[in-house]
């Protein structure tokens, strides 16, 4: 579990890095593709931060931090504020991730959804929603940096040190 989350952060920074050489308005075109019309670029990595951070807070039984992400995506839509709110949150999530144990993972916790109706979930199928999520949207990533012409930041697992 801790391997797939670290997995998943080094190939965000590397996401955040690749950007850094894409014009603005290429970053914020709304692009199609994926589940749940998340928008572009830079949306969709601010969805991933946003997604990974609320799941962790609901399990943590805590109301997040900050509301930033309950701000319409426009006051966040630069390079520097989506990966300065990436580095906020992860500290706390890497704290929660690190600290897994095997007996967390048939922990309960609930939420209520959209429709107003109570939920519950497993700790472990969240944390694990939590990493398929994000691979989800690497994917689509991947997909729009061919249409840009450029060459997509690796999805292999292999390689990354992650198993020394």
Same mark, same amino acid.
């Given at each position: !579990?801790?391997? !797939? ?17 894409? @014009?603005? /308005? ?23 931060? /946003?997604?990974?951070? *609320?799941?962790?807070? /609901? ?12 701000? @319409?995506?426009?006051?966040? $839509? ?9 580095? *906020? ?5 890497? $704290? ?5 144990? @095997? ?23 969240? !944390?694990?929603?939590?990493?398929a999520h994000e691979i989800h949207h690497i994917g689509q990533l991947s997909v ?10 690796? $999805? ?7 198993? /020394?």
């Amino acid at each position: !579990m801790k391997t !797939m989350f670290q997995y998943n952060w080094q190939v965000r920074n590397e996401w955040f890095s690749w950007c850094e050489d894409v @014009p603005k /308005d290429e970053l914020l075109k709304v692009r199609t593709g994926g589940v749940g019309g998340v928008g572009g670029i830079l949306k969709t990595l601010f969805h991933i931060v /946003d997604v990974e951070y *609320s799941w962790i807070c /609901d399990m943590k039984g805590k109301i997040p931090k900050k509301q930033e992400c309950s701000e @319409p995506f426009e006051s966040w $839509a630069t390079l520097e504020k989506v990966r300065e709110l990436s580095k *906020s949150y992860h500290e706390e999530v890497k $704290a929660f991730v690190l600290a897994w144990e @095997p007996d967390m993972e048939n922990l309960f916790f609930s939420e209520t959804n959209s429709d107003g109706e109570l939920e519950i979930f497993k700790y472990g199928e969240a !944390m694990r929603h939590v990493i398929a999520h994000e691979i989800h949207h690497i994917g689509q990533l991947s997909v729009w940096s061919r249409e840009l012409g450029r060459k997509p930041i690796t $999805a292999n697992l292999i390689r990354r040190g992650l198993f /020394d």
